[in-house]
Nanobody
Framework: EVQLVESGGGLVQAGGSLRLSCAAS????????IGWFRQAPGKEREGVSC????????YYADSVKGRFTISSDNAKNTVYLEMNSLKPEDTAVYYC???????????????????WGQGTQVTVSS
């Protein structure tokens, strides 16, 4: 059974940092791209970052470039999202997702991903 479990969310002041973790089980880590998405109240789910399973190439939404860093620990089957210089507009529920057929043009599309975690709340106060 495939499972994605996020952790690391919380409340932080603007300018602060958080590190989110996405632990993957079910044998998908080596073959699936792992993406991070977020959804704020009343807004659509948006792609934040993604890391490929093959060459480890990464993608970032323009809104987080230079502030967020995605990485993976293959030994732990875990993907991390290091978030620095957080802003109130980063407040959202953050989800990780796994997709087996992710290409450049579909990285940021939620419908392209096969499995999803339950989400973790990130709240940035001003």
């Amino acid at each position: 059974e495939v499972q994605l479990v996020e952790s690391g969310g919380g409340l932080v002041q603007a300018g602060g940092s958080l590190r989110l973790s996405c632990a993957a089980s079910g044998g998908i880590f080596d073959d699936y791209a792992i993406g991070w998405f977020r959804q704020a109240p009343g807004k659509e789910r948006e792609g934040v970052s993604c890391i490929s399973s093959g060459d480890g190439s990464t993608y970032y939404a323009d809104s987080v470039k230079g502030r967020f860093t995605i990485s993976s620990d293959n030994a732990k089957n875990t993907v991390y999202l290091e978030m620095n210089s957080l802003k109130p507009e980063d407040t959202a529920v953050y989800y990780c997702a796994a997709g087996s057929r992710i290409i450049v043009s579909t990285i940021g599309r939620p419908a392209s991903y096969d499995y999803w975690g339950q989400g973790t709340q990130v709240t940035v106060s001003s």
